[in-house]
């Protein structure tokens, strides 16, 4: 199994907080626009626009790991993820017609999940830029004397309209959470968990956190 070692970057969220301590903003994004043209075109435009309801919330997570977190304001400076450098969401996502959530849930002693959840104006936008996203997390550079690094990139769900692909992490060859990747419909996401949790637990939070981002 490939082992990639990486230093943990700062992770903090690229978005605004909204509401009373509330983790999520909306934000439109103008950067650069991706290609992928053999990707399906369809429009994939939900109903509601993102909301809380979007991203992972303390209950799920628990339900899931059972590990108990709290939300709590992200930071605006958040990178892609620990894998990818200076790299941020935002300089992965098209270049028009995006609007941006995000959302942390902390636990005691350090560990954290953070999600960043996009609207694109397509499937096929918000399927080339998840692509895009774990081309970069499966080739980052190896640190020398890091302990820290993911393994191969595992295919939970894959169809036209949807991929739900997510990195094991390892500390010291002991799991430590991983890295998700997605796209359902319009939307892409990515979900950093750094938490003690099971590859299997990884898997399940990556569908539920898929199937919440539709909604």
Do not use: W
């Not at 009373?20 to 290609?35: F, L, P, S, V």
């Not at 002693?109 to 996009?118: I, K, R, S």
């Not at 991929?163 to 796209?183: H, I, K, L, M, N």
Request: hydrophobic share 40%; aromatic share 6%.
């Amino acid at each position: 199994m490939k082992l990639t070692h990486a230093a943990i970057a700062v992770l903090t969220a690229v978005v605004t907080g909204v509401g009373g301590g509330a983790a999520a903003a909306q934000a439109t994004n103008d950067h650069r626009e991706t290609g992928a043209q053999s990707l399906p075109s369809t429009a994939q435009t939900p109903q509601d626009a993102l909301s809380e309801e979007n991203v992972i919330r303390e209950r799920l997570y628990f339900d899931v790991t059972g590990h108990s977190f709290t939300r709590v304001d992200p930071d605006q400076a958040q990178t892609l993820g620990p894998c990818t450098g200076e790299t941020t969401f935002t300089d992965v996502l098209p270049r028009r017609g995006v609007k941006r959530i995000g959302s942390k849930l902390v636990g005691v002693d350090g560990p954290y999940v953070v999600e960043q959840l996009a609207q694109t104006r397509s499937t096929r936008e918000a399927r080339a830029t998840a692509d895009e996203i774990v081309s970069l997390v499966n080739e980052c550079a190896a640190v020398a004397g890091g302990d820290f690094g993911y393994g191969d990139p595992v295919t939970v769900q894959s169809n036209s309209s949807r991929e739900v692909v997510y990195f094991p992490a390892y500390d010291s060859d002991a799991a430590a959470g991983g890295y998700v990747v997605f796209s359902v419909g319009a939307r892409v996401g990515v979900i950093d968990v750094a938490d003690d949790v099971s590859t299997a637990q990884v898997a399940h939070l990556a569908k539920e956190a898929a199937n919440v981002a539709g909604m």
